[in-house]
């Protein structure tokens, strides 16, 4: 079965920037599409981005677009998410997820989740 661990999280203050990494273990066709969630408290789990680990092909929702960045390696099997210019809207516990062939936005298509890596934005 497909592993995948988050780590990166921390305490960062309004625009800073901070890099989490998912590196996934057991890796098949059923998890070609990682994608990046996040939930902030009191809020339901949203998508943030993803990517693919045959074509590439980053997506973004629109509320990190031109601040995050998505990446990959895949001789590290290893996901990237640069956040930059973070704002306190952005503390929320992240999520690396995997499901087969291409990058969605519902949660519910995702079947293999990380447990996660806090992300606090605040002065």
């Known amino acids: 079965q497909v592993q995948l661990v988050e780590s990166g999280g921390g305490l960062v203050q309004p625009g800073d920037s901070l890099r989490l990494s998912c590196t996934a273990s057991?890796?098949?066709?059923?998890?070609?599409?990682m994608g990046w969630f996040r939930q902030a408290p009191g809020k339901e789990r949203e998508f943030v981005g993803g990517?693919?680990?045959?074509?590439?092909?980053?997506v973004y929702a629109d509320s990190v677009k031109g601040r995050f960045t998505i990446s990959r390696d895949n001789a590290k099997n290893t996901v990237y998410l640069q956040m930059n210019t973070l704002k306190a809207e952005d503390t929320a516990v992240y999520y690396c997820?995997?499901?087969?062939?291409?990058?969605?936005?519902?949660?519910?298509?995702?079947?293999?989740w990380g447990q996660g890596t806090q992300v606090t934005v605040s002065s």
């Open positions: 997820a995997a499901r087969p062939f291409v990058v969605t936005t519902q949660i519910y298509d995702y079947q293999y």
């Open positions: 057991g890796r098949t066709l059923s998890s070609n599409a």
């Open positions: 990517i693919t680990w045959s074509g590439g092909n980053p």
